[in-house]
């Protein structure tokens, strides 16, 4: 009888300390929290800052191909010109010819404007934005970075692509760097190949939300072993490969809600593989 008074009293106190306690510990899981937040903003910032250190180092390495991208519309201008300088002495100069040479001069320049700005664009210090963009328009960016080194190694660029594809909601510039990696690497892994066989095939499929996009080689493939390993940090079989290229591409299509593989292509070669979304996620974030 005397004890249930004690007993009661010791009752209360035990419960109000294990609320103190449960509040102390919801204090605490808030603040780890927060942190982990502040954590994984820094991480992601890195994250975008590593991948544009790798798109100037990219750039710094293609430079006299793109010079060489950049001076072909420049030669057909100054041959144009030369041509209205000609036309022109001409005691009767011919108008029509002089209009169509000055009209395909301002062609050649906005070409040449264009393929500046692609590269601009892509070394540009900038946060991560996604933004409604096209596929084709992504390829076409790319295509102009890289078409001299296809000539170069004399590889035949296949481009199948589905009609009417709707807009992804993407970040334009890493997506552009995806597919920059994925043909560069292409290219790459083809050196070996005779001349005749280096096909490179981009192809793009619709599947329900998601646009696949494959890149598709015939170069010497991938042993099955090394097919998660590519995808490590500095894992690099290249004389002066940095190995992060792989890396970042893997961590920018998983920002993106997609997923990036690469698996052994039945005709030879391997064909890297990645998805991403078409409209705009419930779930998405900037990458
Ligand atoms: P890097 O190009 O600097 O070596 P990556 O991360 O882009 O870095 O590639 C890592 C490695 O994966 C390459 O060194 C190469 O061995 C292998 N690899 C990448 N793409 C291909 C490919 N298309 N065919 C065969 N091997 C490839």
């Given at each position: 009888?005397?004890?249930?008074?004690?007993?009661?009293?010791?009752?209360?106190?035990?419960?109000?300390?294990?609320?103190?306690?449960?509040?102390?510990?919801?204090?605490?899981?808030?603040?780890?929290?927060?942190?982990?937040?502040?954590?994984?903003?820094?991480?992601?910032?890195?994250?975008?800052?590593?991948?544009?250190?790798?798109?100037?180092?990219?750039?710094?390495?293609?430079?006299?191909?793109?010079?060489?991208?950049?001076?072909?519309?420049?030669?057909?201008?100054?041959?144009?010109?030369?041509?209205?300088?000609?036309?022109?002495?001409?005691?009767?100069?011919?108008?029509?010819?002089?209009?169509?040479?000055?009209?395909?001069?301002?062609?050649?320049?906005?070409?040449?404007?264009?393929?500046i700005r692609?590269?601009?664009?892509?070394?540009?210090?900038?946060?991560?934005?996604?933004?409604?963009?096209?596929?084709?328009?992504?390829?076409?960016?790319?295509?102009?970075?890289?078409?001299?080194?296809?000539?170069?190694?004399?590889?035949?660029?296949?481009?199948?692509?589905?009609?009417?594809?709707?807009?992804?909601?993407?970040?334009?510039?890493?997506?552009?760097?995806?597919?920059?990696?994925?043909?560069?690497?292409?290219?790459?892994?083809?050196?070996?190949?005779?001349?005749?066989?280096?096909?490179?095939?981009?192809?793009?499929?619709?599947?329900?939300?998601?646009?696949?996009?494959?890149?598709?080689?015939?170069?010497?493939?991938?042993?099955?072993?090394?097919?998660?390993?590519?995808?490590?940090?500095?894992?690099?079989?290249?004389?002066?490969?940095?190995?992060?290229?792989?890396?970042?591409?893997?961590?920018?299509?998983?920002?993106?809600?997609?997923?990036?593989?690469?698996?052994?292509?039945?005709?030879g070669g391997?064909?890297?593989?990645?998805?991403?979304?078409?409209?705009e996620e419930?779930?998405?974030?900037?990458?």
């Amino acid at each position: 009888q005397t004890q249930a008074p004690l007993l009661a009293q010791f009752m209360r106190r035990s419960f109000s300390y294990l609320v103190a306690s449960e509040q102390q510990l919801i204090q605490n899981l808030k603040r780890r929290n927060e942190d982990l937040l502040v954590t994984l903003d820094s991480l992601r910032q890195t994250q975008a800052e590593l991948a544009r250190v790798a798109r100037v180092t990219t750039v710094g390495q293609l430079t006299s191909s793109i010079a060489h991208e950049i001076n072909q519309p420049l030669a057909a201008i100054t041959s144009y010109a030369s041509g209205c300088h000609n036309l022109l002495a001409q005691p009767q100069p011919d108008l029509v010819q002089i209009g169509n040479a000055i009209g395909k001069m301002g062609g050649q320049a906005k070409r040449a404007g264009q393929i500046i700005r692609g590269i601009r664009e892509f070394v540009r210090r900038q946060e991560p934005h996604r933004s409604a963009c096209r596929i084709e328009e992504l390829i076409d960016t790319v295509l102009s970075l890289l078409k001299a080194e296809l000539q170069k190694n004399q590889v035949l660029l296949i481009l199948e692509a589905e009609a009417n594809l709707p807009p992804l909601y993407a970040d334009a510039v890493m997506l552009e760097q995806v597919l920059f990696n994925l043909m560069r690497n292409a290219i790459e892994a083809m050196c070996e190949t005779p001349a005749n066989q280096r096909q490179l095939t981009v192809r793009l499929v619709r599947e329900r939300h998601l646009l696949k996009v494959q890149i598709i080689d015939r170069g010497a493939g991938i042993a099955p072993e090394q097919l998660e390993q590519l995808f490590k940090p500095f894992y690099t079989t290249k004389a002066t490969g940095m190995g992060m290229g792989l890396n970042i591409c893997r961590s920018i299509i998983e920002h993106h809600q997609g997923r990036l593989w690469v698996e052994p292509n039945p005709g030879g070669g391997c064909r890297f593989i990645f998805t991403v979304p078409f409209s705009e996620e419930p779930q998405a974030h900037e990458p």
